[in-house]
């Protein structure tokens, strides 16, 4: 029996789930996608809102080893490669997601150079 899903939904609930990566280390950021995951039952959202959530822990890890490194270790030296990695990490990652997510409502979009957990 096959399914059909509403394109619109789909784009709408996967966007959310990207577009939370915007509102940084809130626990907001990460509830919504957590929420959407268990709600929707439409497969591409699910893969969306999975691949948020590993983009937000990794955001947390690499956030914490960048706090480790910078106070503790020699962090100013390193300043003028971490923080435009960072920037692109968190602010660009997040939004190429939110156009995919717009522009291929049918294909869950994937994030290069994260960690994935097994949700």
Do not use: Q
């Given at each position: 029996m096959q399914t059909t899903y509403d394109s619109d939904k789909r784009k709408l609930l996967s966007a959310v789930c990207h577009a939370m990566s915007?509102?940084?280390?809130?626990?907001?950021?990460?509830?919504?996608?957590?929420?959407?995951?268990?709600?929707?039952?439409d497969p591409v959202v699910k893969e969306n809102a999975k691949e948020s959530i590993n983009f937000h822990i990794n955001l947390w890890f690499w956030g914490g080893v960048t706090a480790v490194l910078y106070?503790?270790?020699?962090?100013?030296?390193?300043?003028?490669?971490?923080?435009?990695?960072?920037?692109?990490?968190?602010?660009?990652?997040?939004?190429?997601?939110?156009?995919?997510?717009?522009?291929?409502?049918?294909?869950?979009?994937?994030?290069?150079?994260?960690?994935?957990?097994?949700?």
């Open positions: 915007f509102f940084g280390f809130s626990m907001v950021s990460i509830g919504v996608p957590v929420a959407i995951m268990l709600v929707s039952d106070f503790l270790i020699i962090g100013w030296l390193l300043s003028p490669i971490i923080w435009p990695l960072g920037l692109v990490y968190s602010l660009i990652l997040p939004g190429w997601a939110v156009f995919k997510c717009l522009t291929n409502p049918d294909e869950a979009h994937r994030y290069p150079f994260i960690f994935r957990l097994p949700l």
